[in-house]
């Protein structure tokens, strides 16, 4: 019996209800880790399905395609001599489990379903399943006929149980579980905080653990961030890459089981967990996950800890982003983005996190990866071998087309320049034009019906008459493609502007593009009242605050939950004209009355989040696979083809 075992997860680009295409990519990943001498595989929550399905979890389908898959990988020897940990949707006693299958040699050892579940922000698992409540107890799942014939046998362990070895004893859990408030650690936040919690769980009580998740944009709003683990007692051994175009990223580390025993048998840890009186039913398994023949192998050795990486927050948004615009590009069918410039910070920010996703994809490229290769093929009509973009410029002008549309009263000489400017940086295929014969069609349609003229206020005209020739420009805008609300994604949505300007401030130096900078410190202005001697329009001064303003009082109300009255209460201090400077203090200094105005402005100017899915109960994806490649298809054209042949017997 050997006391050094190597182990392995990994992070998979899944897509909600792509069945064989995730499979395909769980079978690689079995391989990959068999290739490095892994005989334990961890894989994502989910992965069959994939995480984002939402209300398909729902469809009775799903379920049977997820055993289809099972089974498929389960026939396939070359995925024999692992242990395989995979992640799928189960449904036992007529309730929905999330659950973690474990496999060895094309047989089911047992099912562990998920006993807490991820019901707040952006998760809603209580929707879809239901938690396992019975800590450390186990019954019999009844296995459907077709696992039934692999198995030998009927049943199988369903419940809260471990694996155990000859040299070891193993178990699972999921996401949440290790974040509620029985288990060692809090909520889940950024990869730092993760690692922190993860990293005190094994220091605390030694062990190894291997942290898979799911990577990429899968048909949802959401992005996974991989970041695939090991830690061995406290320490990281093996890290993958938080943003990656890798559809599969295996990491693999090898460990001395030894050490971990000595960790664990301390006189205080080991009197304790002496007398725990919890006892955890143990699945025996005659398999080990080391070898003699590997402790005798001078050359293999313990991984020793590593320095994990961290990503700031400037890189998040640049990498996160321009990853998510990559899947999304891909998988969508479509042939590239129009993102029209205004010459202001979020249009800039948008544009330079599209170049991001060049970037990305150009690296991509000089690695090698294959789905990329093929990607950048078809998106961009590259056509021979050896054909391929040197530069993300190059990629940037062939997919993506930018736009400034002017008013020649109202946009200025300086933001029509730095829209040309940044095109011209990033590669973009740009196009400059006005849209002064659109708007004044639809302002003479409104006079001829109305026999009245508004006027801007610059003009004589009140605030009511300066707001409806803005807003004529904005639809005019919005319905050929400006704004957020006019396009297919938002990718800086939910980034603040004080983000996003140290965004813009990294990627100036990062990216080498130095007209960046102008952005950075341009007024922030709609350009849609007209440009005299005297007068230039303002967000700031229209919206009554600045944004560094907007943006704390947006914190408060969303992340501390402050209403009106609690957030005046905070702010009159925080903002307190009277307070002593100090430095890095960049709040204003206001009276109580100026607190108590800001405060109601808010709250007047920011209605509640509008979108399609507050009064929308059928939750689903909006980036589906092909249907007509779909293994859901395909089981149709073979039920048909019986049902045909069925007819032919009896016509016959």
């Keep these: 019996m050997g006391h050094l075992i190597t182990v392995a997860t990994c992070s998979l680009n899944q897509w909600a209800l792509d069945f064989e295409g995730n499979t395909e990519r769980i079978i690689k990943s079995i391989h990959l880790a068999k290739e490095a001498g892994a005989r334990l595989r961890v894989g994502p929550e989910l992965e069959i399905c994939g995480y984002g399905c939402l209300d398909h979890l729902l469809e009775q389908d799903l379920y049977l395609h997820c055993w289809e898959m099972l089974q498929r990988i389960l026939l396939d020897k070359s995925c024999y001599d692992c242990v395989l940990d995979i992640g799928m949707p189960v449904q036992h006693r007529n309730q929905r489990f999330n659950c973690r299958v474990l496999c060895l040699d094309g047989k089911i050892l047992m099912i562990r379903p998920k006993m807490w579940l991820a019901n707040d922000g952006n998760y809603r698992e209580m929707r879809h399943f239901i938690p396992w409540l019975r800590p450390q107890e186990t019954e019999e799942y009844h296995l459907p006929r077709m696992i039934q ?14 694996v155990s070895t000859p040299d070891t004893c193993f178990g699972a859990e999921t996401c949440e579980e290790l974040f509620t408030p029985r288990s060692p650690h809090i909520t889940l936040q950024k990869l730092d905080v993760r690692l922190k919690l993860i990293t005190e769980a094994t220091r605390k009580c030694g062990g190894v653990y291997l942290y898979s998740n799911q990577k990429g944009c899968d048909g949802d709003r959401l992005f996974y961030d991989g970041s695939c683990m090991i830690l061995v007692n406290g320490d990281v051994v093996a890290q993958g890459s938080q943003f990656s175009l890798l559809d599969v990223e295996v990491v693999t580390a090898t460990v001395d089981l030894e050490e971990i025993r000595a960790y664990r048998s301390s006189i205080s840890r080991g009197l304790q967990a002496a007398t725990s009186k919890a006892k955890y039913q143990r699945v025996q398994v005659p398999f080990e996950l080391g070898s003699g023949d590997e402790d005798l192998d001078i050359s293999l050795q313990p991984s020793r800890p590593i320095t994990p990486k961290f990503h700031s927050v400037e890189e998040e948004i640049a990498l996160c982003a321009g990853a998510y615009l990559w899947d999304y590009l891909r998988r969508s069918g ?14 800039c920010a948008t544009a330079t996190i599209v170049f991001s996703m060049c970037r990305m994809a150009i690296e991509a490229i000089e690695q090698g990866n294959a789905q990329v290769i093929e990607d950048v093929k078809r998106l961009a009509k590259y056509k021979g071998d050896g054909v391929l973009p040197k530069t993300p410029q190059a990629l940037c002008n062939q997919i993506f087309h930018t736009i400034y549309m002017g008013m020649k009263k109202q946009s200025s000489r300086e933001t029509r320049q730095r829209a040309k400017d940044l095109s011209e940086a990033i590669g973009s295929y740009h196009i400059n034009l006005d849209i002064d014969d659109v708007y004044e069609a639809q302002k003479n349609l409104l006079v001829s019906t109305m026999q009245f003229e508004p006027k801007f206020k610059v003009e004589g005209g009140t605030q009511q008459e300066n707001l409806t020739l803005q807003c004529l420009q904005a639809r005019i805008r919005m319905v050929t493609a ?53 007068y230039v329009q303002s967000d700031e001064v229209d919206m009554g605050m600045t944004y560094p303003m907007l943006s704390i009082m947006g914190r408060h109300r969303r992340v ?21 400077a100090v430095p890095g203090d960049e709040a204003p200094f206001l009276t109580p009355a100026e607190t108590a105005q800001k405060v109601k402005h808010l709250l007047c100017m920011l209605c509640n989040d509008y979108s399609p899915d507050d009064n929308r109960f059928d939750l689903r994806p909006f980036l589906y696979p092909p249907f007509w490649k779909s293994w859901s298809f395909k089981k149709i054209d073979r039920e048909l083809a019986k049902i045909e042949k069925r007819k032919e017997k009896q016509s016959a």
Excluded at 496 to 519: M, Q, V, Y
Excluded at 560 to 580: C, I, K, T, Y
């Design 149 to 162: 014939e692999l198995q030998g046998a009927t049943h199988v362990t369903f419940g809260d149980a471990v």
């Design 334 to 347: 479509t042939a590239g983005y129009l993102v029209p410039l205004s010459g202001g910070i979020d249009s």
């Design 560 to 580: 501390n939950r402050l209403g009106p009255f609690g957030m005046f209460q905070r702010l009159v201090h925080d903002w307190s004209a009277d307070r002593e």
């Design 482 to 534: 400006y704004d957020c609300s006019s396009a297919d994604i938002n990718p800086i949505g939910s980034i603040d502007k004080t983000d996003l300007k140290r965004f813009i401030h990294w990627a100036e130096k990062e990216f080498e593009i130095p007209c960046l900078h102008e952005f950075l410190t341009a007024v922030p202005t709609a350009e849609l009242e007209p440009i005299t001697d005297t």
